[in-house]
């Protein structure tokens, strides 16, 4: 620590340049960040997933509707401890979307337990359950609309009609939940299963979308889902089942190989700051041959002098990289969805903040190894002749 000071006057010593490199490095990791967040957020949430649970649906179609009578039979089999249901309802709210937020029909008791992540208060839940009309929403869409418990939620049909021919569904919103960690899907809205199934045409009773099993035993997922497939086999309504993050990664797939784009356009960027940087750290060192000469000659040893001139490189690095990541955290946090909505997660996770240090350390280890070598083998008469 004592040579800090030397190591900050020498980044000072052209202010201009040291300034428009961190510039450089900064803008680089604020664009990494909010990266990070959009590929979150167009996974939908494979990361967060839960590893004991298990969907199945229709085995020619996601859209292909399952008959209820198959919870029983899901439930008895071999390896589940706890099975429900959801259907997809469509709908829209207003003059919004279809789509700007997941409507669906569920019984409210065994999917709140089949996914703690969604926090919901107690006296909330009774209330949910005291009435057949209720309704819970996540965070993100009652903040994004503003709604309040007690609000009547109007809901225009898109796909199911009431059995009178009404296309205008209204719900007492009776609860608000909330994840209980970063990257849980706050967008989506419950509603009662069985008003549902009452409520809709006859000929389409009694028939939901798809179940959601937990199971056991994570290791034993492809077995247990070969034998809940197996209890419907060559039955008008056979079944698919695979582990939800599976599940949700190939729905994601469909959107493209996010993941990838995103790697090439930062992979691209990353080389680019590393011409800046390492172009930048050179023309330093090139410009200090006496300096280091002197050094040298002072009694500062060869490793000493590489040590000296990789730290003005990490310190660059870092110091761009620290701004550059609390930067595009900020934009993310303070800023939002950019779609005004369109993404049901949205924002940087941890574990790419990390990645983000350690490309930093990498970034100036990559730009100051060549010139701190360079400086370390510098010849003392033939720098002073030089300078």
């Given at each position: 620590m004592r040579f800090?000071?030397?190591?900050?006057?020498?980044l000072?010593?052209?202010?201009?340049?040291?300034?428009?490199?961190?510039?450089?490095?900064l803008v680089?990791?604020?664009?990494f960040?909010?990266?990070g967040?959009?590929?979150?957020a167009?996974?939908?949430?494979v990361?967060?997933?839960?590893?004991?649970?298990?969907l199945?649906?229709?085995?020619?179609?996601l859209?292909q509707?399952?008959p209820i009578?198959?919870l029983g039979?899901i439930?008895?089999?071999k390896?589940?401890?706890a099975?429900?249901?959801?259907?997809?309802?469509g709908?829209k709210?207003q003059?919004?979307?279809?789509g700007?937020?997941g409507?669906?029909p569920?019984d409210?008791t065994s999917w709140?337990?089949?996914?703690?992540?969604?926090l919901l208060p107690?006296e909330?839940m009774r209330?949910?359950?005291a009435n057949?009309t209720?309704?819970?929403v996540?965070?993100?869409?009652a903040d994004?609309?503003g709604w309040?418990?007690?609000d009547?939620?109007?809901i225009?049909?898109t796909?199911?009609?009431k059995?009178?021919g009404s296309?205008?569904w209204?719900?007492d919103l009776e609860g608000?939940?909330?994840?209980d960690?970063?990257g849980?899907?706050?967008?989506?809205f419950?509603?009662?299963?069985d008003?549902?199934n009452?409520?809709?045409?006859?000929?389409i009773?009694d028939?939901?979308?798809?179940f959601?099993v937990?199971?056991d035993?994570p290791?034993?997922?492809?077995?247990?889902a070969?034998?809940?497939?197996?209890?419907?086999?060559n039955?008008p309504f056979e079944?698919e089942t695979t582990?939800?993050?599976a599940?949700?990664q190939?729905?994601?797939?469909?959107?493209?190989?996010?993941?990838a784009?995103?790697?090439w356009?930062?992979?691209a960027?990353?080389?680019?700051?590393?011409?800046?940087?390492?172009n930048?750290m050179?023309?330093?060192?090139?410009?200090?041959?006496g300096e280091l000469?002197?050094?040298?000659?002072l009694g500062?040893?060869?490793?000493?002098?590489?040590?000296?001139?990789l730290?003005?490189s990490?310190?660059?690095a870092?110091l761009?990289g620290?701004?550059?990541?609390l930067?595009g955290?900020?934009?993310?946090?303070?800023?939002?969805d950019?779609?005004g909505?369109g993404?049901?997660?949205?924002h940087?996770?941890?574990?790419d903040?990390?990645?983000g240090?350690?490309l930093?350390l990498?970034?100036?280890l990559a730009?100051g190894?060549l010139p701190?070598?360079?400086?370390?083998?510098?010849?003392?008469v033939d720098?002073?002749r030089?300078a």
């Amino acid at each position: 620590m004592r040579f800090a000071y030397l190591v900050w006057r020498s980044l000072l010593r052209k202010k201009a340049r040291t300034l428009f490199t961190v510039l450089s490095i900064l803008v680089a990791f604020v664009l990494f960040a909010y990266l990070g967040a959009i590929r979150l957020a167009f996974s939908l949430g494979v990361d967060v997933t839960g590893q004991d649970r298990l969907l199945t649906i229709h085995k020619v179609s996601l859209i292909q509707p399952l008959p209820i009578a198959h919870l029983g039979r899901i439930e008895a089999t071999k390896g589940v401890t706890a099975a429900t249901h959801a259907t997809w309802f469509g709908g829209k709210y207003q003059d919004e979307y279809e789509g700007r937020f997941g409507i669906f029909p569920v019984d409210p008791t065994s999917w709140m337990r089949m996914y703690p992540e969604y926090l919901l208060p107690e006296e909330r839940m009774r209330a949910w359950l005291a009435n057949r009309t209720g309704a819970v929403v996540g965070r993100k869409t009652a903040d994004d609309f503003g709604w309040k418990v007690g609000d009547r939620i109007p809901i225009q049909a898109t796909i199911f009609f009431k059995a009178d021919g009404s296309g205008v569904w209204e719900f007492d919103l009776e609860g608000i939940y909330e994840g209980d960690k970063s990257g849980v899907d706050e967008t989506l809205f419950f509603i009662h299963y069985d008003y549902f199934n009452e409520a809709r045409s006859e000929r389409i009773r009694d028939l939901v979308g798809w179940f959601v099993v937990r199971i056991d035993d994570p290791e034993q997922a492809k077995a247990i889902a070969d034998r809940i497939d197996s209890n419907f086999a060559n039955s008008p309504f056979e079944t698919e089942t695979t582990t939800e993050k599976a599940f949700v990664q190939s729905f994601a797939s469909q959107i493209g190989d996010i993941g990838a784009i995103l790697r090439w356009v930062l992979t691209a960027v990353f080389f680019t700051i590393l011409l800046v940087a390492g172009n930048t750290m050179a023309q330093s060192v090139r410009e200090r041959t006496g300096e280091l000469a002197v050094l040298k000659t002072l009694g500062f040893s060869d490793r000493l002098v590489l040590a000296l001139v990789l730290a003005e490189s990490l310190g660059l690095a870092a110091l761009g990289g620290a701004i550059g990541l609390l930067v595009g955290w900020l934009m993310v946090q303070l800023g939002g969805d950019p779609t005004g909505g369109g993404l049901p997660i949205f924002h940087v996770p941890p574990r790419d903040l990390a990645l983000g240090a350690g490309l930093a350390l990498v970034l100036g280890l990559a730009t100051g190894t060549l010139p701190a070598l360079r400086a370390m083998r510098l010849r003392i008469v033939d720098a002073l002749r030089r300078a």
